[in-house]
């Protein structure tokens, strides 16, 4: 069977995408038939993992199928190879979820795995996972979301003195990117920032980032740029692996 490595910013920006479909109050409901792990019998997600192998298009009579219900053998049979930070990142959010709200597991189990180096496919970014932590930080700030036309000028480095300045700077904050670092390159663009520090988006992605940051140096609040990039038709720009 032919697999694909799945990193912890990727995995990372998926389980967002799925707090952010649901809502980051939801809690995982225990079922009645533990032989049936991730989806209902009607086959819809039922957890947080649920939702991430769904959009990542694994059938739910594949796992019934296979009967496993540990998220370090669900992501190998569905043809997922996990790094160890991702590794962690499955294990932790899973045993959080049973107690924890989707939001607050997602964002510990982050911040546990990131105790772990990352490797180059830790890196790696698809414009599924980029828009769901554009969207969540969009989210987090509200001091920021709505900037004053001309306010945002685009030679604003994406961080200074350590800190995020912009939609791309938070979101390349909560991916967890070396702030000191970044603030010492003064990057303005977010796909050379994340170059110059050893990532690797997509096609796709790299369009994403290029609209936000275009709409928000036009005075566009968080949300509307984060929307104007999710409209944004790169069908002709082709996918990647990390889009699927």
Same mark, same amino acid.
């Given at each position: ?20 479909? +649901? ?6 409901? #225990? ?23 769904? &959009?990542?298009?694994? #059938? ?74 554009? &969207? ?8 920021? +979301? ?17 800190? #995020? ?80």
């Amino acid at each position: 069977m032919t697999t694909r490595i799945l990193g912890c910013a990727e995995l990372y920006g998926r389980l967002r995408h799925a707090v952010n479909q +649901m809502g980051a109050q939801r809690r995982t409901q #225990p079922t009645a038939d533990a032989a049936t792990p991730y989806f209902s019998e009607s086959s819809g997600p039922l957890d947080l993992h649920g939702h991430v192998l769904s &959009r990542l298009g694994v #059938p739910a009579d594949k796992i019934r199928v296979l009967g496993v219900d540990g998220i370090d053998f669900a992501y190998p049979a569905s043809g997922f190879t996990l790094t160890e930070k991702a590794a962690r990142l499955a294990r932790f959010s899973q045993e959080f979820e049973e107690s924890w709200t989707w939001g607050d597991a997602a964002q510990t189990a982050a911040r546990l795995a990131h105790q772990l180096d990352d490797t180059s496919d830790d890196r790696r970014l698809g414009d599924v996972a980029l828009l769901a932590v554009l &969207r969540h930080v969009a989210r987090q700030h509200p001091a920021e +979301m709505t900037p004053l036309p001309g306010w945002l000028p685009q030679d604003t480095p994406l961080f200074i003195n350590g800190y #995020p300045t912009t939609l791309l700077g938070h979101a390349a904050a909560d991916l967890r990117v070396n702030a000191i670092t970044a603030s010492y390159l003064a990057e303005t663009n977010a796909v050379d920032l994340f170059r110059v520090l050893g990532w690797q988006l997509s096609t796709r992605a790299e369009a994403v980032a290029d609209t936000v940051q275009e709409h928000e140096s036009h005075g566009a609040s968080w949300p509307d740029a984060v929307a104007a990039a999710e409209r944004l038709s790169v069908g002709h720009l082709g996918r990647t692996q990390w889009d699927r």
